[in-house]
């Protein structure tokens, strides 16, 4: 009996492909962890500015008075004061002394009000109170993670 002979031919694997395809992935991830840091480093603040608007502006001869509303209650600025929502139809809340004196000076004052995301329902309570008081407001829906700075609170910042 005859054996047979068996050639073996070398196989050779190309790894080329798999290589670059790896190489695109990882630069793929890589470029997406930079962007993703640096969105979550870089904090945002936010400027809520009146400006006047010209000669047909409405804000000319009136000063805003800022409202922060969030899930939990108002932020009065420039002074920080937190009212809870708990506490915002009440008589002697730091909120209604606002919308008494902007009523008062209803004139030359009106209300600017921040709004935040979670704070929508709040919104509607703040803003129920300063409609039935009859005072001129105005809003702006504001993103949770930004930090809000009032006109009045822009140190040395010319504001046009």
């Known amino acids: 009996m005859r054996r047979r002979n068996f050639s073996r031919q070398n196989t050779n694997v190309e790894l080329f492909p798999f290589l ?25 603040d936010v400027k809520i500015i009146a400006r ?19 899930n939990d209650g108002v932020i009065l600025h420039p002074s920080k004061v937190f009212v809870p929502q708990a506490q915002l139809e009440s008589p002697d809340s730091p909120l209604q002394d606002l919308i008494t004196m902007v009523k008062i000076n209803s004139d030359t004052e009106y209300l600017i009000i ?3 995301p979670n704070g929508i329902d709040v919104f509607y309570q703040v803003r129920n109170l300063v409609e039935a008081a009859e005072i001129d407001i105005g809003y702006e829906p504001i993103d949770a993670g930004w930090t809000l700075i009032t006109g009045e609170e822009l140190p040395n910042e010319t504001q046009n």
């Open 20 to 44: 670059s395809i790896l190489a695109c992935t990882i630069g793929t991830l890589i470029l997406l962890i930079i962007v993703l840091t640096t969105q979550t480093l870089n904090k945002q």
């Open 114 to 116: 921040a709004v935040r």
């Open 52 to 70: 006047d608007e010209g000669q047909n502006g409405l804000n000319q001869s009136k000063t805003p008075r800022y409202i922060e509303c969030r």
